[in-house]
Structure formats: structure tokens, C-alpha cells
């Protein structure tokens, strides 16, 4: 089974991040999209609120499974049997960055692989730290996000 997880913070998870998962989903087998815990980050939303939203953004699809860590991605992604790393890539910066920390990890598990899909266009200026500060700031946040995140 090909099996890809896609990792991140999802704070909260945007319109960018389902454009990437729903067409990754088409290419594997089974994504899982986990989050990840980082002790030294905090958050705008809590772990539950965050699995809550993508679980219910992709209710409707059978191979999209959500979860959560903590510790090295991969690490986790070969506890769970997966192949595959999948991320996204928005820019130039996001290359750049996306291209040390997929070496690193290829150096310290060379089973994995990090497969990147290019941003659609018109979502790849949407980024959850705009989306947190439009929140923060009373903006309307909605046309950012997925259709279940909505702030109470
Ligand atoms: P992290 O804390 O790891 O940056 P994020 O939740 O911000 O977690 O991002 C997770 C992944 O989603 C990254 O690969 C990032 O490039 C990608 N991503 C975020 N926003 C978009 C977007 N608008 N279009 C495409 N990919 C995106």
C-alpha cells in the first residue's frame, strides 16, 4: 500500500492545505494527515479543535485518516507503515526551507521520500498565520477555510 502522510501544525487548516490533501489523495493509496505536536510552539488552537476540523473536512473521503504526533515525522511515518512524506509548496521560501528539512529527513531515514505538490494557484497566498491574524482581527476568515472551521 502506498501510503503518504502529510504533517503540520493546521492552525487552523486552510483552503491550501485541502487543495494539496484531496489531490495527493488521488495519487496514493491512503494519506494520513497528522499533526504535529511541537512543546516549543504555541498554538492559537487547541490539539482537539484542530483534529476536529480536518476530520470533519474530509468526513467524505475513505482514504484520508487523521492522527497526531509528537517526536520526529519520520519516525512516526515509519510506525505507520507510510512511504511517503507529503508537503506543499506555496514559493521560492517555501522550497527552501521545504528542501533542508526533506534532506535531513531522507539522511535520517532513507526508506522516505518527500513528494511536494505545487500550490493552485489563487490559494497559494493563504497561509494559517494570515488566516490566525484575520481571525484575531475580526476579518472574514471564512473564504480561507474549510467549510467546518468556524470560530465560536
Ligand atoms: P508547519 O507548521 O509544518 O509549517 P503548516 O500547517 O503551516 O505546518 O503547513 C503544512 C504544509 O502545508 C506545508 O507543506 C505547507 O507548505 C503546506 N501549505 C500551507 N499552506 C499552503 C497553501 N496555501 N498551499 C499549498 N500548501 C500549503
Known amino acids: 500500500m502506498r501510503i503518504a502522510v502529510f504533517p503540520g501544525s493546521f492552525d487552523p487548516i486552510t483552503l491550501g492545505h485541502k487543495d494539496i490533501i484531496t489531490r495527493a489523495a488521488t495519487l496514493f493509496d491512503k494519506i494520513i494527515v497528522a499533526v504535529g505536536k511541537n512543546a516549543n510552539k504555541t498554538y492559537m488552537f487547541p490539539l482537539e479543535q484542530r483534529l476536529e476540523w480536518i476530520s470533519e473536512t474530509f468526513e467524505n473521503y475513505p482514504n484520508i485518516e487523521v492522527d497526531y504526533y509528537t517526536g520526529l515525522t519520520v519516525k512516526y511515518a515509519i510506525e505507520k507503515g ?9 514559493n521560492p521560501a517555501d522550497f527552501e526551507f521545504e528542501k533542508a528539512v526533506a534532506q535531513t529527513n531522507r539522511k535520517l531515514e532513507n526508506k522516505l521520500d518527500t513528494v511536494f505538490l505545487l500550490t493552485a494557484s489563487g490559494l497559494s497566498s493563504i497561509s494559517s498565520s494570515i488566516v490566525r491574524d484575520v481571525i484575531r482581527n475580526g476579518g472574514d476568515y471564512t473564504q480561507f477555510v474549510p467549510e467546518p472551521v468556524r470560530i465560536k
Open 82 to 90: 507510510a512511504g511517503f512524506i507529503l508537503r506543499g509548496l506555496r
